[in-house]
């Protein structure tokens, strides 16, 4: 079955960066879109990046664009979010995803059981 394990999450002063990691298991990663979704206090489960099966097409919410990077190593099974210069509004338990298909627009299915990323000082 598919298995998606984040890890990576943490508690970072604003300004700062971190590197979240989601390691898939239970199905051909290299032929699958994944993402990263992220759910606020209060807020309902938003897409933050999304990056298809082969890693040259990306895409990412406006409030992340320029600060946020989403790869993935098909080798590893593995895909990353680089999160630079993070703000408090991005304080948000952040879930990793598998794709429909291998394209990102065909939408997600599966989810992680999430990293607790706490932005504050």
């Known amino acids: 079955q598919v298995q998606l394990v984040e890890s990576g999450g943490g508690l970072v002063d604003p300004g700062g960066s971190l590197r979240l990691s989601c390691a898939a298991s239970g199905f051909i990663f290299s032929t699958y879109a994944m993402a990263w979704y992220r759910q606020g206090p209060g807020k309902e489960r938003e897409l933050v990046a999304g990056i298809n099966s082969i890693g040259n097409r990306k895409t990412y919410q406006d409030a992340v664009k320029g600060r946020f990077t989403i790869s993935r190593d098909n080798a590893k099974k593995m895909v990353y979010l680089q999160m630079n210069t993070l703000k408090s509004e991005d304080t948000a338990v952040y879930y990793c995803?598998?794709?429909?298909?291998?394209?990102?627009?065909?939408?997600?299915?599966?989810w992680g059981q999430g990293a607790q990323v706490t932005v504050s000082s």
């Open positions: 995803s598998k794709g429909r298909s291998s394209d990102y627009l065909s939408g997600f299915v599966s």
